[in-house]
Structures are given as C-alpha cells and as structure tokens.
C-alpha cells in the first residue's frame, strides 16, 4: 500500500495538534507548521455518536459532508474521537447502567468503528488514532466540570477508561487490516501516569508529543520519512505572526482595568461589599453591569432597516452563528457571504445552506476573506463585523484592520454594522469608540450606535 503523502486529519479539539499548533486554532494554510497534515475539527463530537443523524454537534453529518465536498477518494484520512467520551462519559454510563468498564467501552468502540468502515467503503485509506491519557483535572473524584472541560471520576479512572478504549480499537483495527496510531505508552510514565510537560493545556497535546506521532508513522510506513515535509522556521500557529493593532496593547489593557475599576466602585457593587456578600454574588452583580450582547433578532432588524434605507444589494457578515442572519438575507438580497473560519461553524453552516441560491459560506480567515470577497462587490453591500469576543485570537482580524479594508472600497457606498458597541473601549482586544469613529469620518459621513450596534453609512 502506497505511503501517503498528506493525512487528513478528521476529529474533535484534538486535530489541532496535527496543525502543529500549541493551541486548539487550527491552521491548514501556507502557515501550517506541518506540510504532511491537514487538520479539520468538527467540534466537541462524540465517537459513540458518529453513527447516529441529528445528534446535537451533527458529527456524522459533517464527517460525510466533509469527505464528499473537500476530500478526494483514494486519500488517507485519520480520524481522531473518543478522548471526550472516555473523559466525561464513558464512567458515567457505566455507573449508571452498573456495567464494568470493559462493556461500556466496547459497545462505544463498536459504534465509533462501524464509522471507521464506511469511510473506509468510500475508497478512503483510514488512520484510526488513539484517545490520549487524561491528566489530573480540577474536578477529579467528583461530577463536574474542570474548568472550561466537562469530567467524571478520578484520573486514574479516565484512563482506565481510556485503555479499555484503546485496546478495543486496536483489536477491531487488527482484524479488519485498518491501521491504528498509538503513542499512548510514549507519553505515560512507568507507573501510567502522563507527562504533562507534552501538553499544553488541561487536555490537549502540545508539539512536544509530535517526534512520538512521526516515530509511530514512521513504523507504519517505513517508506515514507514523515518529517522530511515538516517547515520547522514557520513559526506556530499559537505565535501572534501578523499584527494590525496600531494603537498599542499597552493602552488597550489600561481602558480594561479602568473598566473593571468602574464596575467595582459602581454603587450596587459597593453596597454588596457593605452588606458582606461573597464574591460569587459580587462577580454577578459586576457582571450584570455589563453591557449585554444584542440578540440575534436585534442584529437582523436593525441590519434590515439599514439594508433597506440605504437600498442594498448584498451582505456579508464575519462569522456565522447560528445562520439566521444569512437566512433572513439571502432570500431577499443578490448575494449573501459569510466568512467563517471555525471549521465546526462552517461544516454546520454548509449544511443548513445546501442548495440555497445567494447564500455563500466562505471558510477563510476573516481579513484574508474579506479581501477576496470586496473585490468581486461593486454594488452597495451590507457589512456585518462581529466583534471576535467568541473566536480565537489566530481566526480574527482586529477591527481597525477591517474597517481599514473597507473605507479603501468607501466609494460604492457600502453601508456597515458592527456588534455589540458596549464592548469597545473596555475590552483590551478593542479600541475606543473614539478611535473607532476617527477613522472612518474621512470615509463615511453616518455614524450612529442604536441597540448596542454600531452603524456607519455613506
């Protein structure tokens, strides 16, 4: 069997580690670190769920869409699932139902395999990599959460679970001449317990474990030297590469802090000091100062009546949510583009918009899409700019380098809304509503902040 040249990487969170990334942002551009990988995350997805339609994270939905629309037959794909399941809920079915381990797990390995095999009758060359060891959580011997990462029992049974769970599909792998990655016992120690200097987070693997997963493709296909491909000066994707903030970071901290210092001597925060209450209650009440994110049917009304006053012909927003604002557009407007650069986000974007004339879901990063998508309009157009407080740092663009595009395309009178205007001046990501407004005047005339939505017109 011929060696591949490029793996493609099909997972949860933890594909980003074949994008030679320190983080869970996944880049498979000219940037990657590593040419031999691409990397495709489709979210917090279950391995016992794969085989089921209109699960909650519509896994198997993406899985196919993915391999029928972006991925050539006859490649080699790995697809990476079942650390959720042996962290969070693999234990607890196996409490509940009062079932050893072993039976819990086997019955989650069978499903997540069937899977495995119909990708594989697809003319697919299938990797099945192993769930990694689980690292002492915040939350161990308890129900719960450890910190943003949902847990159950101790570390020691998580990877109880996790062997079980391993040995299974390397068994089912064997059997069926399907190939099985596993560094598992590289990164424990002799007593079972995992280096955690090889992650770079609670639960992910950093680029330290990567000489292990070459070491292991290497004794798979001896043919092929796996990091001949590698480009080791292109820096990591967690690395800030590129930056547009000309306003200093240093300024952007100072407002945040101020920020802060206002919610804590505002009267309501004071009286709760005086009354004694904890510090859950004060987080709250600082929180409920807070200005708080127009909902979705705000943006879309607020977006109509501009795209209506100022007779637009097209919209395009940079990120795409739930997809209710390019559903609203695209049954009335020419062309409708979303840029979204989650690889989750614009799988289940693609879904919802399959067939649908006038809706284009673009998966770029947002400056990059929004250069090539400004070039094609030359009739007015809607821009819609979120304000990034969901995405990752590597996915977005500040929005002065954004709003800077667009005033270079000021002439075909493009009319703009930027979320949540609360936001700016006292996150430490975003500039002040002053800066904001001073460039832009010299390109557009309207400016005007209405249900937290900043709006600029011609």
């Known amino acids: 069997m011929t060696a591949p040249r490029i793996i493609h990487c099909i997972g949860d969170s933890h594909v980003a580690f074949f994008s030679g990334s320190n983080s869970t942002w996944i880049e498979n551009g000219e940037d ?23 699960t909650t994270t519509k896994g198997r939905e993406k899985l196919f869409y993915l391999l029928d629309n972006h991925i050539t037959p006859g490649s080699w794909v790995m697809t990476v699932f079942g650390e959720i399941d042996c962290r969070a809920h693999l234990l607890k079915q196996a409490e509940k139902k009062q079932l050893p381990i072993e039976d819990v797990t086997a019955a989650c390995v069978q499903r997540y395999f069937s899977v495995v095999q119909e990708i594989e009758s697809r003319d697919y060359h299938v990797i099945v990599y192993n769930s990694i060891p689980s690292l002492p959580l915040h939350g161990d011997e308890q129900t719960g959460q450890a910190n943003c990462y949902p847990v159950y029992r101790s570390q020691a049974e998580r990877n109880e679970a996790v062997q079980a769970f391993n040995f299974q599909m390397c068994e089912l792998c064997s059997e069926h001449g399907i190939k099985f990655l596993n560094t598992y016992d590289k990164i ?129 927003e940079t990120q795409c ?3 209710d604002r390019l559903d609203a557009f695209s049954k009335t407007l020419a062309r409708c583009f979303s840029i979204e650069s989650r690889m989750d986000a614009y799988l289940s974007a693609c879904l919802r918009f399959e067939g649908v004339d006038g809706a284009t879901v673009v998966h770029r990063k947002v400056a990059s899409g929004m250069e090539g998508i400004l070039s094609e309009l030359t009739e007015r157009t809607l821009f819609f700019l979120l304000d990034n407080e969901h995405s990752l740092p590597e996915a977005s663009a500040p929005i002065e380098y954004l709003l800077s595009q667009l005033c270079h395309y000021s002439s075909a009178g493009h009319c703009i809304v930027i979320n949540h205007a609360g936001r700016f001046g006292r996150s430490r990501n975003l500039p002040s509503l002053r800066v904001l407004r001073k ?10 902040i209405r249900d937290n939505l900043i709006i600029i017109t011609p």
């Open 439 to 448: 460039l832009v005047q010299p390109h557009f005339s309207g400016w005007e």
């Open 321 to 323: 949510d739930d997809g």
């Open 188 to 316: 424990v120690d002799a007593t079972g317990r995992p280096n955690g200097d090889l992650y770079c987070d609670e639960i992910h693997l950093g680029q330290k474990a990567m000489p292990f997963t070459f070491d292991a493709l290497k004794e798979m296909f001896g043919d092929w030297e796996f990091d001949r491909n590698a480009k080791p000066n292109v820096p990591l994707a967690t690395e800030n590469k590129t930056s547009y903030n000309k306003h200093g970071n240093a300024i952007s901290r100072m407002r945040s802090k101020l920020a802060n210092v206002g919610e804590a001597i505002h009267p309501r925060s004071l009286q709760a000091i005086i009354r004694g209450s904890s510090s859950e209650e004060l987080k709250a009440i600082r929180r409920s100062l807070r200005p708080v994110p127009p909902t979705t049917e705000a943006q879309i009304r607020v977006l109509s009546e501009v795209c209506s006053k100022y007779r637009c012909k097209n919209y395009v």
């Open 32 to 54: 990657r670190a590593w040419e031999c990988f691409r990397a495709y995350h489709l979210g917090p997805v279950l391995a016992y769920n794969l085989p089921s339609t209109n």
